[in-house]
């Protein structure tokens, strides 16, 4: 069946160094995408979106970038902090006649090194 | 404002035991959802409710049951737990309108013996 998945299940940068992490979707009708960050212990907290007629969308210090080309989300953290530390989740919107649904990855365990 | 809220935090439950796992939101959101979250996994939708007086079969519903009880209630139960089922459960919220984002609780830890 159709998914959202990620490339890379770590990744480990050091602090101040700029960050990407990576997500690949196959379903084209998602009409929207969201990242999630997820603290141990805590549930997901929403970072940024972006619409599918979007191709870059900036917030502070993240940008996410969508290329419907080849399918493909990142996320870029600039001047990664300690605080930054998380698991990381790409999800896609599937809009449906009862609803809309997210469909996640399996998530990037991101650790920063002071 | 709280937000979601989710209770228990935290549940032991015997093999066959019945419970129900809470979410309370007071966003005025009309969309509720709920997940469960294995270890090294993403988050597998259970059941959905669009609306007051809707649900909807999620990605892994076999097991589950869910009540829309209000706008601001949606709860989950098990009927028969099984060792299966343990995990841990988020419940989520989305505002109407299309382009937006579900917001979640902090989530319910069950572990099934």
């Known amino acids: 069946g159709e998914s959202v998945g990620l490339h890379l299940p770590t990744l480990s940068v050091q602090e101040g160094d700029n960050s990407i992490i990576n997500c690949a979707y196959s379903?084209?009708?998602?009409?929207?995408f969201i990242w999630y960050k997820q603290e141990s212990g805590k549930g997901p907290q929403f970072i940024i979106d972006?619409?599918?007629?979007?191709d870059k969308r900036q917030g502070q210090r993240v940008t996410v970038l969508l290329n419907k080309t080849v399918k493909h989300l990142s996320l870029q953290i600039a001047a990664t902090q300690p605080g930054d530390s998380a698991v990381y989740f790409c999800?896609?919107?599937?809009?449906?006649?009862?609803?809309?649904?997210?469909?996640f990855g399996e998530g990037t365990q991101l650790t920063v090194n002071p | 404002n709280a937000g979601v809220t989710q209770t228990p935090k935290f549940q032991v439950l015997k093999t066959g035991q019945s419970m129900t796992l809470q979410c309370a939101q007071d966003?005025?959101?009309?969309?509720m959802y709920w997940y469960r979250q294995d270890p090294g996994m993403g988050l597998r939708l259970i059941y959905y409710s669009a609306s007051e007086g809707t649900t909807d079969k999620g990605e892994v519903p076999n097991g589950y049951n869910v009540s829309r009880l209000n706008k601001r209630e949606f709860s989950l139960r098990l009927e028969s737990a099984a060792p299966s089922q343990t995990s841990v459960y988020f419940c989520a919220t989305k505002p109407p309108g299309s382009g937006k984002t579900q917001y979640f609780g902090p989530g319910t830890r069950l572990l099934v013996l």
């Open positions: 972006i619409r599918s007629n979007m």
């Open positions: 966003m005025n959101h009309n969309s």
């Open positions: 999800a896609e919107n599937i809009r449906e006649t009862s609803g809309s649904r997210l469909t």
């Open positions: 379903n084209s009708a998602s009409d929207y």
